[in-house]
């Protein structure tokens, strides 16, 4: 790293000092671009141009090594500012972790363009075929590749200067590559019509005949049977958006009290705020969102914890075990919240120009992503049989 680097190299304290201003405009305009469907592209720019995609990106290539509690609180205050934001920078979250537990590699290319504000999506889940099926295939040509298929749930890829993709090749071997967003042959489609996280850009990735060379491929897993922690990090920053949802509810929910709500009519107060069943709504509210916060901060914990450790197998299971039970508390007070906060006022919480219901929206769509339920079942058969949780991409 050169002097000018070093010098330049921001701290965790300068990051949070460039999204705090970030943050509440993205904040002040998210209700009404959720109801209009007005896509992000700004606001997911701003944020990477700021260098607020490369908290990870650890010291000695220029970044602020931030830990994972450290850049899990950024994705909880990103999402409660703007859940869809938080989520459509997920991949490129994922990729900063990938890059951390990579070898040398071509590493400092990848953090040099993270500093400068580029942008990271993924296009991975297809719809159909087999359980975990990858149909999108990779075949050589020449010195290089072509990659053709269908992707779905191509979170961010809309937004993104890189897509990082994967595809089975000739020996049935699932290939991970990273490419430029506008390469030809890459088509992207905003077709993502779930009825939350409607502005996460997660629609469909068409790749025909698209180029790629041998120097683009990450084949970063690691040995068979081993875990990654990129795994349980990727499961935690859901967990943190669920937090965040929680807490634009909370926050939605006060103050809707103070400025907008009148007692219903038999009750003994003259202001909503002085109700005692509007207190126990925001209360239990405030509780949920207390609880599940510190939840997902002890999963960041974990993982950190596991990196000390040398990332032994050992601390990665304790690490999967920990984000599998804070992500189903996240996901439950999310839910629960959003319900709640429909409880502050009476029918007009319900009018369509108050957009409440994204709350509920955004926090299920986000659930569906892996059933809690299993992150419950997991948990359990740890605790009681010692069965580790699945090695897959979703412990």
């Known amino acids: 790293m050169s002097t000018d680097q070093q010098l330049a190299r921001p701290t965790v304290d300068a990051l949070w000092a460039r999204a705090e201003p970030l943050l509440a405009e993205i904040a002040a305009g998210a209700a009404q671009r959720e109801a209009e469907r007005v896509m992000p592209f700004d606001e997911v720019r701003a944020l990477a141009r700021a260098g607020l995609l490369a908290w990870r990106v650890p010291a000695a290539y220029g970044g602020a090594g931030a830990t994972v509690r450290d850049v899990t609180r950024f994705i909880i205050a990103l999402a409660a500012a703007d859940a869809n934001v938080a989520q459509a920078m997920r991949p490129g979250f994922g990729f900063v972790e990938g890059l951390v537990l990579a070898g040398e590699g071509d590493r400092e290319l990848w953090y040099d363009r993270l500093l400068r504000g580029d942008m990271f999506g993924g296009a991975f889940g297809e719809i159909g075929g087999a359980q975990g099926e990858v149909r999108a295939t990779l075949t050589r040509h020449g010195d290089h590749y072509l990659a053709n298929g269908h992707k779905f749930y191509s979170t961010g890829a809309l937004f993104s200067d890189w897509i990082t993709v994967n595809a089975s090749d000739a020996d049935g071997h699932v290939r991970s590559f990273t490419i430029p967003a506008d390469r030809e ?144 508390i996240a996901t439950e007070a999310a839910l629960r919240c959003a319900e709640l906060l429909f409880d502050v006022g009476g029918a007009s919480t319900a009018l369509r120009r108050n957009n409440f219901d994204r709350h509920w929206r955004n926090a299920r769509t986000v659930a569906n992503h892996n059933p809690r339920a299993y992150k419950a079942g997991a948990v359990g058969r740890f605790l009681l049989t010692g069965a580790e949780p699945p090695n ?4």
């Open 185 to 328: 042959g890459v088509r992207l489609v905003d077709d993502w019509d779930a009825m939350g996280q409607r502005l996460t850009a997660s629609g469909s990735t068409y790749l025909e005949d698209v180029v790629v060379h041998a120097d683009e491929l990450r084949d970063w897993h690691p040995p068979d049977n081993e875990r990654s922690l990129v795994i349980p990090f990727q499961q935690l920053v859901l967990a943190a958006v669920e937090v965040g949802i929680a807490r634009n509810a909370l926050d939605d929910a006060v103050r809707y009290a103070r400025e907008k709500a009148r007692p219903i009519a038999h009750s003994e107060s003259l202001r909503s705020v002085d109700e005692p069943y509007v207190q126990h709504a925001v209360g239990e509210i405030a509780a949920r969102v207390y609880v599940a916060e510190a939840g997902v901060l002890r999963g960041a914990d974990a993982i950190d914890d596991a990196y000390a450790a040398g990332a032994g197998h050992d601390a990665q299971v304790r690490a999967a075990i920990d984000v599998a039970q804070c992500q189903f």
């Open 392 to 395: 897959s991409g979703f412990f």
